[in-house]
């Protein structure tokens, strides 16, 4: 591997690239993200969920700061904490599932407890 002092940090999403559709990460994989994680930071950018991002970090060994909920969420992997978050905020995320409900949509919307997948779900609209 070169190491080229332009390239900064390295920003791998999940599906299809960290992990395969059997949600693993094969071996090679691994191997190769250990090996660049130990020349420059290496985060997971994504838009699942935090729990998923904390446990491909932890199986990676990824102690930068990591993204999830598209960009909405980074995470601290070391201490499993939200270090920054943009959610929707109440008026939009109510105006986006109201609409998902009128159209009869399926939707999982994140916010700081966990995940709603039907609008009864949803806490307060903070998303």
Sequence with gaps: MVNN????????DLDGTVIGRD??????????IVRLAGLIPVFIATGREPADVLRYSKELGLTTPQLCDGGANILDPVREVSTWTAPLGPANAELVVTRLREIGATFVATHADGTA???????????
């Design 23 to 32: 949600e693993n990460i094969s071996p090679a994989v691994h191997e190769a």
């Design 5 to 12: 002092p332009s390239i900064l940090a390295a920003a791998l």
């Design 117 to 127: 997948s039907t609008f009864d779900d949803v806490p307060g609209w903070d998303l």
